[in-house]
């Protein structure tokens, strides 16, 4: 990988890890307000995209000065983390949607969560795009899986979107924790095809 590509990997990573931190901030906010497990759940979904971001910032630092051997070993290692933080992501997102099921946990209508929804909507698949074309360019398997973890996060932006949305306009409210089980077993699947990757043919470069 040339220096220009590494530099736009890194900006991507970085860009990342910002726009993930300001819109977990205002996740938690607006389901702290709103009471609704959705919006937190979302929030924990930024932190994990954050550290998503952060592990591919390390890898592509790695890059200068290393043996091919060196290298490929840092992307195993790397891939190997965002896969877990795909396990992490998918086992809090059913905890929270079978107890806001069992419980009838009703948030009240977010505004504010629809909003901060449709802003993902239009950033996050421009990021999954480009973080997964680079990827495919280059030969870098944790930077695809991270695209992935990407593109999880536009899910459940669109899950939050259509589940805030229906409680806001008709009040049905078990659309969003519904939503939340369908993209968690797309998370389990993630996870698993990025280990087993890592343990049938590594990586290309």
Known sequence: MDTEQNTTARRLSYFTVGYNLLEGVASIAAGILA???????FGFDS????????????????????????????????????AISFFVLA?????????????????????????VAAVSLVVMPWLFLRKYRL??????????????????????????????????????WQADPIAGLVIGGFLVREGIVGLVTQKTCGCTH
């Open 47 to 82: 932190a994990i995209e954050s550290t998503s971001g952060a592990i591919m910032i390390w890898r592509f630092r790695q890059r200068a000065a290393l043996t091919e051997e060196e290298e490929e070993r840092i992307e195993k290692q790397a891939a190997r983390l965002v």
């Open 91 to 115: 086992a809090y997102i059913a905890w929270q949607s079978f107890s806001a099921l069992y419980f009838a946990e009703k948030p009240e209508p977010s505004l504010f969560g629809i909003i």
């Open 135 to 172: 990827g495919k360019k280059i030969g870098s398997n944790s930077l695809v899986a991270d695209s992935k973890q990407t593109l999880a996060c536009v899910m459940l932006s669109a899950a939050l979107f259509v589940g805030l949305g229906l409680n806001y306009l008709f009040g049905l």
């Open 35 to 41: 009471g609704s497990i959705a919006l937190l759940g």
